[in-house]
């Protein structure tokens, strides 16, 4: 963990600065804190690896837009735009939805209470965060803040940075990727405090979506490993053996290589998540079944038990809303029955699941070694000696001339739906606004206390915003409408405050 000491002088964020969220301004500090190589979870975990005969890991995804659907089209949460307007849709949901938001900061003290051992990873965008604010929706973030501050409560709760406006990777400008990931981690401090930041060492890709372009993953791996992440959730038909071939065993760490275009390499831990992302699996505790199944695996010359991982939408559908809560509580309650829920078969959180193997002794260079979907293809046309941008860019050219279904749109957590193809109303815009962006902005982030001011902070969120993959996911019409305008507003603001 983060040592007092160095959060001493650490100064005090407020969480949102003239009605906007905190998410700019003090990027030395946040570097700080999360640079910070100390255990996270060791000091607190309250199981021991040999214990243990295998486990599971899982993670509740959360996320609204936002949108600029207010009464004068302020930018307001789609959940209070839901609020609003309850015969839309499914938007009268909207008040099962908050409690999703707010609950685990109560099924979690009660289960503790009870003598059992749970564990939850947490996934919030900084869009949902910001706009439960915005709502004036305290009893939500008080929840949230009982299990992420509280001490008592370190061992059982891990929350995962993601993007802060739910971007999806690899169409997300790659100038904007690091962008995405600080915003988030000022935004989380500024709520939550600095400690709790510096406890924050796993990532979650908004969509499960992997790039695989060559230089966009190494760029995400790399903005990932400076803002301090260990590892990394990839779903598992997202990447592949180094020959092209799927995942053998799937329930170890793996480490996620990529290679650019100008034959640079690097890597970062990936726990892999198996299956789809149906929410049942995750809402009808199927991890943990699978898990029970499972036996010990040599990592080098380690034995250590396998991690079942799995995420899903932590708010959507009846069996998150119903089912959940129920199986969650009678599972966990279940497990506490063989020594408290410290041994056999048992939950754990990733990051606390990777200190334990490597406090044993397993070292990320053991971990089998895996690759973006599709890459075998471009690197069995590009010898090592001859990668420039020119000859991985023919390879990917040829490949796709010679087959239709090869792309660089990078793979997800399912292959039937695509942010890119008939989007180009939404993303033309989106380039064509970072450009700008970038154009106006770079040459000043050189002046002293810039990424303090008001008008960088209001260009940026609305960088990001722009990004946001619902304005494609949820079709053309009022989707598609709402990232037109914030495009139009952005780009006046650009030119009239630069």
Same mark, same amino acid.
């Given at each position: 963990?983060?040592?007092?000491?160095?959060?001493?002088?650490?100064?005090?964020?407020?969480?949102?600065?003239?009605?906007?969220?905190?998410?700019?301004?003090?990027?030395?500090?946040? &570097?700080?804190?999360?640079?910070?190589? @100390?255990?996270?979870?060791?000091? !607190?975990?309250?199981? &021991?690896? @040999?214990?243990?005969?295998?486990?599971? #890991?899982?993670?509740?995804?959360?996320?609204?837009? %936002?949108?600029?659907? $207010?009464?004068?089209?302020?930018?307001?949460?789609?959940?209070?735009?839901? =609020?609003?307007?309850?015969?839309?849709?499914?938007?009268?949901?909207?008040?099962?939805?908050?409690?999703?938001?707010?609950?685990?900061?109560?099924?979690?003290?009660?289960?503790?209470?009870? $003598?059992?051992?749970?564990?939850?990873?947490?996934?919030?965008?900084?869009?949902?965060?910001?706009?439960?604010?915005?709502? $004036? +929706?305290?009893?939500?973030?008080?929840?949230?803040?009982?299990?992420? /501050?509280?001490? #008592?409560?370190?061992?059982?709760?891990?929350?995962?940075?993601?993007?802060?406006?739910?971007?999806?990777?690899?169409?997300?400008?790659?100038?904007?990727? *690091?962008?995405?990931?600080?915003?988030?981690?000022?935004?989380? #401090?500024?709520?939550?405090?600095?400690?709790?930041?510096?406890?924050? *060492?796993?990532?979650?890709?908004?969509?499960?979506?992997?790039?695989?372009?060559?230089?966009?993953?190494?760029?995400?791996?790399?903005?990932?490993?400076? /803002?301090?992440?260990?590892?990394?959730?990839?779903?598992?038909?997202?990447?592949?053996?180094?020959?092209?071939?799927?995942?053998?065993?799937?329930?170890?760490?793996?480490?996620?290589?990529?290679?650019?275009?100008?034959?640079?390499?690097?890597?970062?831990?990936?726990?892999?998540?198996?299956? $789809?992302?149906?929410?049942?699996?995750?809402?009808?505790?199927?991890?943990?079944?699978?898990?029970?199944?499972?036996? *010990?695996?040599?990592?080098?010359?380690?034995?250590?038990?396998?991690?079942?991982?799995?995420?899903?939408?932590?708010?959507?559908?009846?069996?998150?809303?119903?089912?959940?809560?129920?199986? =969650?509580?009678? @599972? %966990?309650?279940?497990?506490?029955?063989?020594?408290?829920?410290?041994?056999?078969?048992?939950?754990?959180?990733?990051?606390?699941?990777?200190?334990?193997?490597?406090?044993?002794?397993?070292?990320?260079?053991?971990?089998?070694? /895996?690759?973006?979907?599709?890459?075998?293809?471009?690197?069995? +046309?590009?010898?090592?000696? *001859?990668?420039?941008?020119?000859? !991985?860019?023919?390879?990917?050219?040829?490949?796709?001339?010679?087959?239709?279904?090869?792309?660089?749109?990078?793979?997800?957590?399912?292959?039937?739906?695509?942010?890119?193809?008939?989007?180009?109303?939404?993303?033309?815009?989106?380039?064509?606004?970072?450009?700008?962006?970038? @154009?106006?902005?770079?040459?000043?982030?050189?002046?002293?206390?810039?990424?303090?001011?008001? +008008?960088?902070?209001?260009?940026?969120?609305?960088?990001?915003?722009?990004?946001?993959? /619902?304005?494609?996911?949820?079709?053309?019409?009022?989707?598609?409408?709402?990232?037109?305008?914030?495009?139009? &507003?952005?780009?006046?603001?650009?030119?009239?405050?630069?």
């Amino acid at each position: 963990m983060v040592s007092t000491t160095s959060l001493t002088n650490l100064p005090a964020l407020d969480e949102t600065i003239a009605g906007l969220p905190n998410i700019c301004g003090w990027e030395r500090e946040v &570097r700080l804190v999360t640079q910070n190589d @100390e255990p996270v979870f060791l000091p !607190v975990t309250n199981v &021991r690896l @040999e214990d243990i005969s295998a486990a599971f #890991a899982i993670a509740l995804h959360m996320h609204q837009p %936002t949108i600029p659907a $207010g009464a004068n089209g302020e930018l307001i949460s789609n959940l209070q735009y839901m =609020f609003e307007h309850p015969g839309e849709g499914d938007n009268h949901n909207a008040g099962p939805f908050a409690w999703c938001y707010a609950r685990m900061g109560e099924f979690i003290p009660e289960l503790v209470n009870n $003598g059992c051992n749970p564990r939850i990873m947490l996934d919030y965008s900084g869009n949902l965060l910001w706009g439960v604010r915005q709502m $004036g +929706r305290d009893d939500i973030l008080n929840n949230l803040k009982r299990i992420t /501050c509280d001490r #008592a409560y370190y061992p059982y709760v891990e929350w995962l940075g993601t993007f802060w406006s739910h971007a999806v990777v690899p169409s997300t400008p790659i100038p904007d990727l *690091k962008l995405h990931i600080q915003a988030w981690q000022h935004h989380f #401090a500024a709520i939550f405090g600095w400690e709790a930041l510096g406890r924050v *060492k796993g990532f979650s890709p908004p969509e499960m979506h992997l790039p695989n372009h060559p230089d966009t993953l190494f760029e995400f791996i790399k903005a990932l490993k400076e /803002c301090g992440y260990r590892w990394v959730m990839v779903q598992e038909h997202s990447v592949e053996t180094l020959d092209g071939q799927p995942l053998g065993y799937k329930h170890i760490p793996h480490r996620l290589v990529a290679r650019n275009s100008h034959g640079e390499t690097i890597g970062i831990t990936a726990l892999i998540k198996t299956q $789809g992302s149906d929410t049942k699996l995750v809402a009808q505790m199927q991890p943990y079944h699978e898990a029970k199944g499972q036996s *010990k695996q040599q990592i080098g010359s380690h034995s250590v038990p396998p991690l079942v991982t799995q995420i899903g939408d932590g708010e959507n559908g009846g069996v998150m809303m119903n089912e959940f809560p129920r199986d =969650f509580f009678k @599972e %966990t309650q279940a497990i506490a029955q063989e020594n408290g829920g410290k041994s056999g078969t048992i939950a754990l959180n990733g990051t606390e699941y990777l200190e334990l193997i490597e406090a044993a002794g397993c070292s990320a260079e053991d971990y089998p070694t /895996c690759q973006a979907i599709g890459q075998h293809k471009i690197w069995q +046309r590009v010898p090592s000696e *001859k990668i420039t941008p020119e000859t !991985v860019e023919g390879a990917i050219a040829q490949l796709k001339e010679e087959d239709p279904n090869f792309h660089v749109d990078g793979a997800s957590w399912t292959n039937n739906l695509s942010w890119v193809q008939g989007y180009e109303n939404v993303l033309e815009p989106m380039n064509a606004l970072s450009v700008l962006f970038h @154009e106006k902005i770079d040459p000043l982030l050189g002046e002293e206390n810039f990424t303090q001011q008001p +008008r960088y902070r209001q260009a940026l969120l609305h960088n990001l915003l722009l990004q946001t993959s /619902c304005f494609r996911y949820w079709g053309q019409g009022m989707w598609t409408d709402f990232a037109r305008t914030i495009y139009e &507003r952005a780009k006046a603001q650009l030119e009239s405050d630069f």
